[in-house]
């Protein structure tokens, strides 16, 4: 499905964008503090990246620092030459119930908050449509068709271009591309988190379906830069994520370990190898990059050039076995959210 080695297109109806999508949340949530200038800065240097003839895709949602992060990313535009703004294709996602202490209570996916969360969204994004609009996580409460049928109309209002999914699972993206067209599923995909293969990647390929791959450095545990020492500021997300405990955390940087040994005899890094290896599964996979600083967007943006032979593939794939990972990918109360994990 790609047109170029610049892009790639999500699913048989989503529009074609370059090849590393730029993953935005961390530059207003859960990682601990982001430096504004430095996230802004780093937003200007992916659309600089990203050729004339790409779109650029950057990714975030309404709930990310409530409403922070669509703030950030609308300045970032404002701010950006207008060639490179009408680059950006951005992809929302939204249904995540805050508290003012930056507690989630929730998700809602009826139809009438989806139309609430959107007219929020323009205004903060100052932009009059969104290019790709999703649920973060499914409403238990709401059929995914009353959702996905409340996106739709958008879509035909003009103020959102295309459908997306989050974290669903095999009979949920079925049941939602028979409401509407459905361009990609964002799910978490990497070396250490490869639950999708079973069955949720071969249905969203049957369906046409593109896959934006987020978590694909296991946010920053397979970064190469990630080490036991390291001090986690209150609420980050790392700090309650069972792959980065005590044991388990031990576990996950022995593999760090075994696959550093591949990137450094190929002469590139650990997480260009990561990221390279998630663009190696396939043409309709677009890996999301949790960048937050220009140094870490440039060695991702490295990986595109870096070519795994099926020896190297080989090689990762004993360094790093399917199922290796110690520990779940969410806390358990996050896990029961998760669609895609039922
Ligand atoms: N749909 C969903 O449920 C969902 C869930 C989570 C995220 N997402 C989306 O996916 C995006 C990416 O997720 P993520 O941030 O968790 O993924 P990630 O790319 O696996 O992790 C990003 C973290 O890795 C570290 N890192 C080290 N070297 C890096 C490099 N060269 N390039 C980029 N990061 C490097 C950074 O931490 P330090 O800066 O601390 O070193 C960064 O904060 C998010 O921004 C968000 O838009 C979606």
């Not at 090849?19 to 601990?32: E, H, T």
């Not at 950006?88 to 908050?113: H, M, N, Q």
């Not at 593999?255 to 040994?261: P, S, Y």
Request: one cysteine or more.
């Amino acid at each position: 499905m790609t047109t170029n080695e610049n892009t790639r297109t999500l699913g048989s109806t989503g529009p074609s964008v370059f090849p590393l999508g730029l993953g935005c949340m961390g530059m207003s949530a859960l990682y601990g503090e982001a430096d504004r200038t430095e996230s802004l800065a780093t937003i200007h240097a992916y659309l600089d990246a990203v050729p004339d003839s790409a779109s650029a895709l950057l990714d975030t949602g309404d709930f990310y620092g409530m409403g922070h992060n669509e703030m950030l990313i609308g300045e970032a535009l404002r701010t950006a030459p207008a060639a490179a703004r009408e680059q950006a294709l951005i992809s929302v996602k939204f249904g995540a119930l805050r508290t003012v202490e930056g507690g989630f209570t929730g998700y809602d996916g009826r139809p009438e908050a989806v139309k609430n969360f959107l007219a929020y969204s323009l205004q903060r994004l100052g932009r009059d449509h969104i290019d790709v609009y999703r649920i973060a996580r499914v409403d238990p409460s709401v059929p995914i068709e009353e959702t996905v049928g409340a996106i739709a109309e958008a879509v035909e209002a003009g103020h959102v271009r295309h459908i997306g999914l989050s974290e669903v699972g095999a009979d949920t993206l079925r049941r939602a591309a028979a409401v509407a067209p459905i361009s990609d599923l964002q799910i978490e995909y990497s070396l250490i988190s490869r639950g999708i293969e079973a069955e949720i990647l071969p249905t969203a390929r049957e369906l046409g379906i593109g896959i934006t791959a987020y978590g694909v450095l296991s946010r920053g545990l397979i970064s190469g830069h990630f080490s036991r020492d390291r001090e986690l500021a209150p609420g980050d997300f790392r700090g309650m994520s069972p792959r980065f405990q005590g044991e388990n955390l031990q576990r996950n940087l022995d593999l760090v370990d075994a696959l550093r040994k591949i990137a450094q005899d190929k002469g590139v890094s650990v997480a260009q190898t990561a990221i390279a290896w998630v663009l190696s599964r396939g043409e309709d996979i677009v890996p999301l990059v949790g960048a937050r600083r220009r140094d870490r967007l440039a060695e991702a943006l490295g990986a595109m050039a870096v070519e795994l032979t099926e020896a190297d593939l080989a090689a990762i794939e004993e360094a790093v076995p399917a199922g290796a990972a110690a520990g779940e990918r969410y806390p358990a109360a996050q896990m029961a959210h998760l669609d895609s994990e039922h």
